[in-house]
């Protein structure tokens, strides 16, 4: 299996509410001070990178964000005219084809073809060539939608390569699938939080993952871990039935400690539970006493992620661009 820091294709996703998209900038930059050109593709129309990593928010053309990172907001409507642009190799052709209402209402009716506009798009990008003939990106980062709908929209490619009779859209899905099921090129990024649904929910997207759509799990990253302050003697002591102190101030501290001992029993299980269940690299995260929406906060989970590419996920130095 590649290291993550040696993937040309990551497809980021998780339960709502982990700080996936907030993991997707932090990783963007850790991959860019690495040497990579990183894309970073986000489909939500309210997209949150442009204010993570400083900068207006993002439209549906690729702009330069940072040293070594670009970003765009995949629009399925214009990602759709683009494909019909690069088929008919006519932009008359397309505008005329695209700006007809009915082929319009048509396309949006067909399950699944805008979610595969938006995934086709980004991986069109992980094999686009600049003018030098190499790769354009190192890197593209597939900010996704939530596991659900994740899943549905890495189910897409599939459905077309089994259904769908030969031609251009077979041919682009077949390539797209194949690039997505290589563990040396690809591979999803399951984010989460060290608690019980989160990680049950983790477990059961990378049991989908392998075991319907046979998909490369490139990463686990365990977002907003506390640091434990107590040993597990401790938090047994803790947790037991106790008598009331002397005082209501004494009381209170121990009812706070168990409070805190309780919080890390409860993370240390469902860490453990997602490093057996998902049996891929787990990354942690800690939890920021700060915003973690401020670009600063996203730099420092960037360092931190940055020594895990090299300590557990990538060989130091590795992945750089000649």
Known sequence: MSPLDQRRFLFVTGKGGTGKTTVTAALALALAARGRRVLIAVTEPKERIGALLGVPPLTADIVLVRPNIWAVKIDPEVAMREYGEMILRSRTVSSALFDNRTV???????????????????WYHSTELGADGRARFDCVLFDAPATGHG?????????????????????????AWATFRDERTSGVVIVSLPEDMPATESTELADALRSELGLPIAAVVANQVVEPLFTRAEQDLLQRPRTLLADDAGDRVVDVATRRATLERAQAESLDKLTRGVRAPVVQLPRLLGDAGLPESVEALARILGAALGAALGAVGGGARP
């Open 104 to 122: 319009r209402g048509f396309f949006a009716a067909v399950p699944g073809l805008h979610q595969w506009a938006m995934l086709g798009k980004a």
């Open 151 to 175: 899943l549905d929209m890495l189910r897409v490619p599939k459905v077309i390569v089994d259904v769908v009779p030969p031609g251009v859209l077979r041919r682009d899905a077949e390539r």
